[in-house]
Every structure is written in structure tokens, then in C-alpha cells.
T-cell receptor, first 115, second 113 residues
Framework: KQEVTQIPAALSVPEGENLVLNCSFTDSAIYNLQWFRQDPGKGLTSLLLIQSSQREQTSGRLNASLDKSSGRSTLYIAASQPGDSATYLCAVRLMYGSGTYKYIFGTGTRLKVLA | EAQVTQNPRYLITVTGKKLTVTCSQNMNHEYMSWYRQDPGLGLRQIYYSMNVEVTDKGDVPEGYKVSRKEKRNFPLILESPSPNQTSLYFC????????????FGPGTRLTVT
């Protein structure tokens, strides 16, 4: 059974630091991996989507990498700002032989960037 | 504007009183899904739908029903809500195109007393 783990569960850093969030998955047979941001009591906002054939994706100060063979993805945030404070979630998309698919989420990393 | 909408956003109800949470998307997506989010447990999939009239159970389907009669709508039905269904619920949709990116609704906070 696919499990998705995010470490650390919580992280507090001073403004301006570069930081890395980790996402691990147990089954490498994924279709894609998506990183989300969630503000308290709010919905999920998609940050980056990496297809299984890709190694990384970049958007602004964010860079996500994917290593399927080791079951790992990282989200790199450059020059962190207080506005980056949120919970970051990763999700893998699994495909089944019947043509169906489903998503498994990690439990998230709660990030706080101190001014 | 491309979006997923849910209603209501907040709901307080009593045990056993049937309720429906609506979900609608305007992106012509084939795939729609319901999740619940609980502290320490993360997001767990309740039901999903590959297309109209095609639905399947996720990881925590007990106590929930869904239907997909139209492509844009995917309501979540709680026939007899119980306190353990108190949670934050999210609807999501994605295309069957190459990107398969999921888009989420704003969430529905349900309290069952």
C-alpha cells in the first residue's frame, strides 16, 4: 500500500533562508506528484506538478525535484518570506490497470517564516 | 474563472439528519473526488468519479454516498451523520489530459453534534 511521508512535520525559519521540504513515497509506480500549499482553514492551492518522466519543475522561488527510484521529492523554497508561512502538502497520483487512478496525500509540513 | 465551488462552506447539524454538500466545477473535468481532512491524519479520499455515472470508493467511504449524474456536479451525501464525521471536507477535480493537475474547492467545515 502506498504511503506518503513528509518530514519534518513542522519547521520554523528566519526570513531570507533557503529551505527544503521533503516528501517520501513507498511505491515508485506513480503517475505524477503534486505540491500544494494550504493556509489555515483554507483550501489547497497547487504549486507545482511533476510528471513521473520529469526530474524537476520550477515556478518563481519554488523548485520541486522528483527521484522516482528512491521514492523522494523535495520542494526547495528560495529566500523565504513571512508570506510563505503555510502548510505544504505533497500528493502522488497512482494509476491502476483498470484505467482508474487515485491520489494519496502526505500529512504535510507546517512552515513558519519569522520576520 | 476556472474554479471548483462547494456549498455550504460551514454547516452545523445534529446526528442523524441527512445532509448534502454540493460540489461543482466549470473546467469540464472528467475526474472528481471528495476528501476529508482531520488533524494528524491528513487528507483522505472518500469517493472519486472517473466520469458521469462512474464512481468508486476511496479509502474512507463508510457513511457517505455520492452520485455523478452530470459532469460538472459531484454531491456528497451523508444519510445519517454521526459526530465522527465532523471534519473539513474538500472537493477536487482534474482533467484526463496530460497534466492531470488537481484543483480544489474552498472546503466545507462540518460539525455534527
Amino acid at each position: 500500500k502506498q504511503e506518503v511521508t513528509q518530514i519534518p512535520a513542522a519547521l520554523s525559519v528566519p526570513e531570507g533562508e533557503n529551505l527544503v521540504l521533503n516528501c517520501s513515497f513507498t511505491d515508485s509506480a506513480i503517475y505524477n506528484l503534486q505540491w500544494f500549499r494550504q493556509d489555515p482553514g483554507k483550501g489547497l492551492t497547487s504549486l507545482l506538478l511533476i510528471q513521473s518522466s520529469q526530474r524537476e519543475q520550477t515556478s518563481g522561488r519554488l523548485n520541486a525535484s522528483l527521484d522516482k527510484s528512491s521514492g523522494r521529492s523535495t520542494l526547495y523554497i528560495a529566500a523565504s518570506q513571512p508570506g510563505d508561512s503555510a502548510t505544504y502538502l505533497c500528493a502522488v497520483r497512482l494509476m491502476y490497470g483498470s484505467g482508474t487512478y487515485k491520489y494519496i496525500f502526505g500529512t504535510g509540513t507546517r512552515l513558519k517564516v519569522l520576520a | 474563472e476556472a474554479q471548483v465551488t462547494q456549498n455550504p462552506r460551514y454547516l452545523i447539524t445534529v446526528t442523524g439528519k441527512k445532509l448534502t454538500v454540493t460540489c461543482s466545477q466549470n473546467m469540464n473535468h472528467e475526474y472528481m473526488s471528495w476528501y476529508r481532512q482531520d488533524p494528524g491524519l491528513g487528507l483522505r479520499q472518500i469517493y472519486y468519479s472517473m466520469n458521469v455515472e462512474v464512481t468508486d470508493k476511496g479509502d474512507v467511504p463508510e457513511g457517505y454516498k455520492v452520485s455523478r449524474k452530470e459532469k460538472r456536479n459531484f454531491p456528497l451525501i451523508l444519510e445519517s451523520p454521526s459526530p465522527n464525521q465532523t471534519s473539513l471536507y474538500f472537493c477536487a477535480s482534474s482533467s484526463s489530459g496530460q497534466r492531470y493537475e488537481q484543483y480544489f474547492g474552498p472546503g466545507t467545515r462540518l460539525t455534527v453534534t
